[in-house]
């Protein structure tokens, strides 16, 4: 029997894949746990219709991660800190803090997404890469400058 699982099985498939499975293990735990459904011709058309639209979805979220990270690569941003003798920060910088400079400028980045290598710590020039999509990553400039 052909079924549409509605959630993740284990050891069968992950949801809304289309399996074929014995008749008694459709009947006595599949369908009435409510974990699949019987794959009638409708359905299969619904679910590949579905998949169509999550795939355009998906190639749009890429596109404009694309342009997001044209207008952002190579970028410089200033981040005004406390600094004690010899450039060390008084604490250091942060995603977050990255975000809020961002932010200010207009261009709205989720702080997860911002990946510091090591702890900015010290005044100076610091890499930053930011991961916008799976495929889609920009570099910025973060200048630590002292606060006056």
Do not use: C
């Amino acid at each position: 029997m052909k079924v549409i699982l509605q959630q993740d099985v284990p050891k069968l498939g992950q949801k809304d894949e289309v399996k074929e499975v014995s008749d008694g293990y459709a009947r006595n735990y599949l369908l009435p746990r409510g974990l699949a459904v019987e794959a009638s011709a409708g359905r299969i058309q619904e679910l590949e219709r579905l998949e169509t639209k999550k795939s355009r979805q998906k190639e749009k979220e890429r596109e404009a991660a694309a342009e997001l990270a044209s207008s952002l690569d190579g970028k410089e941003f200033t981040i005004i800190a406390k600094a004690g003798e010899g450039g060390r920060l008084f604490g250091s910088v942060t995603t977050a803090d990255v975000a809020k400079v961002l932010q200010k400028e207009g261009l709205k980045v989720d702080r997860k997404k911002i990946e510091i290598g090591e702890p900015i710590k010290t005044l100076g020039r610091h890499a930053v890469e930011i991961r916008l999509h799976s495929q889609v990553s920009a570099s910025i400039v973060i200048v630590v400058e002292q606060k006056e």
